[in-house]
């Protein structure tokens, strides 16, 4: 992969000299969605597929990127002295707004760069490449330009980057578990405190297959704003009452004794998810470290349940997609990322792989006539510098 990049590399900068790479990884949520804007737990791990970047540093301020992905947009110019968000700079506006929020906490990056982007994550998939893109930007800058920034904090800037460079109010989640994630190992992270531990994942006799239904998530953004919102209002009317700061701080019970307080059906069910998604996420890792797969499989099919009834985000393909994910036999098989599309999340003995990809592919198509894309995938380290911190040379 990366002989190919860097020849790519010198095909568009004219030189291969001095470079070095940088990978990050895509991300998939095992369970506990929809919480990271909702105080509560999530259990992301990072994906074998991500995102590659060369860079070389230049002797003036200018900034050039270019991405094999987007490979008709051809290179895209910036300067650090005036990096600012321009529609027409399209996907680059992930990486300068990195950055663009470092200059701001002044961070001194006193060169331009040139630099080539490479991703084999879906595109659209929901896996969350544009985190990617950032965090292989961000630990780019802090490795070429030694600013010696804590990776908890560079995945922080990375998250503001989202927020207030390109207006996107996403949670910490993505851009956490990418920035600290560790192989063979996922995270729960309570993104109320940050406060996480690395959990082993042991899948001897099993395996991750990633299903994306190739449904465009069309709806996916303004249906994320108008959730947040109804969880929002849901909060507001506990907390007349209630001295807590968010849903995650709800067990079930207090909800189940307090929920009359909400006064929208509609704002109960998405409370509902929230709380619930929240203790059944606490529940699965404690299930996991107990070597029960089993039980943290069948609470992955609570989560589908849940996302699909009380909050309403799955679609008749992702709910297609799980459905024959069970009947074929899935030992957990659940909705992930955003929803209106995307993907799905199966864990699956290694034995039926190559007949669950069949049947589940079959099934799905014959039920909303699309053909679903499948990725076997293992779980892979977080966002680093490749080739043990040596330049790449071809």
């Known amino acids: ?71 008709e947009i051809g290179v895209i110019r910036s300067d650090l002295s005036t990096i600012q968000y321009e529609e027409s700079n399209d996907w680059a506006n992930y990486p300068l707004g990195v950055i663009d929020i470092l200059q701001k906490e002044n961070y001194r990056i006193d060169h331009g760069m040139d630099i080539l982007f490479n991703g084999n994550i879906p595109n659209g998939a929901g896996l969350s490449s544009s985190a990617s893109v950032e965090l292989v930007m961000g630990v780019a800058l802090n490795n070429l ?155 992955m099919n609570e989560s589908h349940v849940s996302l699909r009834d009380d909050y309403e985000v799955t679609g008749k393909e992702l709910d297609a997609l799980v459905e024959a994910a069970w009947e074929e036999g899935a030992i957990g098989a659940r909705m992930t990322g955003a929803g209106f599309g995307g993907c799905t999340i199966n864990i699956v003995k290694k034995t039926e792989e190559d007949h669950f990809i069949q049947k589940v592919g079959k099934r799905y198509k014959d039920k909303v006539g699309l053909t679903a894309d499948f990725y076997v995938v293992e779980i892979g380290d977080g966002a680093k510098q490749l080739e043990g911190g040596e330049k790449v040379w071809q």
Request: charged share 25%; with cysteine.
């Open 1 to 71: 992969m990366l002989e190919n990049l860097i020849g790519e590399f010198k095909k568009v900068y004219g030189s291969k000299e001095d470079v070095c790479s940088f990978f990050a990884p895509g991300r998939v949520n095992l369970i506990g969605e929809h919480i990271d804007y909702n105080g509560g737990h999530v259990f992301p791990c990072a994906l074998s597929l991500g995102t590659y970047a060369l860079v070389r540093k230049r002797k003036d301020s200018q900034i050039r990127v270019f991405s094999k992905n987007f490979s």
């Open 145 to 299: 330009f030694q600013l010696n920034i804590d990776q908890v904090d560079l995945v922080k800037y990375c998250q503001r980057a989202e927020n207030e460079f390109i207006g996107v109010s996403c949670g910490i989640m993505d851009q956490f578990s990418i920035g600290l994630a560790k192989q063979d190992h996922a995270i729960l992270l309570n993104c109320q405190t940050l406060d996480y531990q690395q959990t082993p994942i042991q899948l001897d006799e099993e395996v991750l297959i990633i299903a994306n239904s190739n449904k465009r998530r069309g709806l996916a953004d303004s249906k994320y704003n108008e959730r947040r919102a109804e969880c929002e209002q849901a909060l507001a009317d506990l907390k007349e009452t209630l001295d807590i700061h968010s849903l995650g701080d709800l067990s079930i019970d207090e909800f189940e004794n307090n929920k009359h307080l909400i006064k929208n059906t509609t704002e109960l069910k998405r409370a509902k998810h929230a709380v619930y998604e929240n203790q059944r996420t606490i529940e699965a890792v404690h299930r996991l470290n107990n070597g029960d797969l089993i039980g943290f499989g069948q609470l």
